[in-house]
């Protein structure tokens, strides 16, 4: 669940806010100052693969649980685990978004190694993997060795790239061409996308409608509920999941109007006003994007994530901005019906739909919290 937290806090209690915020002054306008630092942090380590890591932390991945764990006993060797502990067992039951984010992670780390002329090569899974669920063994051996080979372009994106989860401008479309060369960056498979009024506007409901599936289904809610970080305190405790900072939440929080107990309560003003802000959010695509691979192996999964990140990247050289909507492509029992129809508009012949995002131009964000780099490095 996506939260868009500037609509929301428009819709709720506006008064009350405005009054605490007068009153609390400086506790309100504290940012977590302490979970933004990686972004800082990013290439200031003497090590290689600390400098490489510390770029692929800030990759993108389900729900900002950042489930990487990395062992570098060994000389220039990084081996990635997943923390079974991060994992999402309500909307991603098979774990097969948090495979595509450890992709994602894979793809920013070999980016970042090139800049310092070292090339990565991956071997995948080395001790095995179960189709049902990730587990202690290794999911890549990362070996880091001088290259002749050339820094990829796309790299020089990765502190400005965003998935922006505000509304997009209605008055902007999104160009074709930029499109087509978004559509270039993936290295495994293809992407597909449209800007198509009609093809956009079914995929407006479709999206929201798995929204309001998620949303409705309390074990579903249940799950993104308790990933809530309400006010920088809480973010900079926890710099994971769904963060909520900035003046008015602070305000939010100090009066009680937005807690988690509100947002299970399907009566409460919380509830519906972010129904309306998905709304908003949903309706506001300009143009969509998709990727699909002809399997979903745990390898595939893997490869998907390298690219999806390489397509964020992509559109963020573009100026453009994406959210994307991993609601629709969940495999729970109250999202089937949904996931075999957007299946069937974006895999017709076959295959599975990896990843699928709303694209427009929207507002700038600020970036979202991170573990610091040493908390991820085990042994």
């Keep these: 669940m ?17 009054a605490a915020t007068a009153a609390a002054g400086y506790d309100v306008t504290r940012l977590p100052n302490d979970a933004l630092r990686p972004w800082e942090a990013a290439g200031g380590y003497d090590d290689p693969r600390m400098r490489a890591l510390s770029w692929a932390i800030l990759s993108p991945n389900p729900h900002n649980r950042q489930p990487w764990q990395v062992d570098l006993s060994q000389s220039d060797t990084a081996i990635l685990y997943v923390d079974t502990a991060r994992l999402l067992p309500e909307t991603d039951p098979f774990n097969r978004q948090i495979t595509v984010g450890l992709g994602c992670f894979l793809e920013v780390m070999r980016m970042a190694a090139l800049e310092d002329g070292l090339a990565v090569t991956f071997e995948l899974f080395p001790e095995g993997s179960d189709p049902d669920a990730l587990d202690a063994r290794p999911v890549a051996v990362c070996r880091f060795a001088p290259t002749q080979d ?154 998907a994530g390298q690219d999806w990140v390489r ?10 901005d994406l959210q994307p909507l991993s609601q629709a492509l969940q495999e729970y029992q109250e999202m089937a019906a949904m996931y075999a129809e957007v299946h069937a508009d974006l895999a017709p012949e076959g295959g599975t739909v990896q990843m699928w995002a709303r694209v427009g131009y929207g507002p700038d964000v600020p970036v979202s919290p991170r573990w610091p780099l040493e908390e991820k490095i085990v042994r």
């Design 2 to 18: 996506n939260l868009t937290r500037r609509k929301t806090l428009t819709l709720i209690g506006g008064g009350t806010i405005l």
């Design 150 to 303: 050339g820094r990829d372009p796309l790299f020089a994106q990765v502190p400005h790239r965003r998935s922006n989860k505000e509304p997009y401008d209605l008055t902007r479309p999104v160009p074709s061409d930029a499109l087509q060369r978004i559509a270039q960056a993936p290295r495994h498979h293809a992407m597909g996308f449209t800007s198509d009024t009609d093809r956009v506007a079914r995929m407006r409901a479709q999206s929201l409608e798995a929204l309001r599936i998620e949303f409705a289904t309390e074990r579903t809610l249940r799950e993104s509920v308790d990933l809530f970080r309400i006010g920088h305190r809480e973010v900079n405790a926890n710099p994971d999941g769904i963060d909520f900072t900035g003046p008015m939440f602070e305000s939010m929080r100090m009066t009680r109007l937005f807690t988690r107990e509100a947002s299970m309560n399907p009566d409460g003003i919380v509830y519906s006003s972010a129904d309306a802000a998905f709304a908003e959010n949903m309706n506001s695509a300009m143009a969509h994007l998709w990727y699909v691979t002809p399997d979903n192996s745990r390898a595939t999964q893997i490869r």
């Design 311 to 320: 397509i964020n990247l992509a559109a963020t050289a573009e100026g453009l």
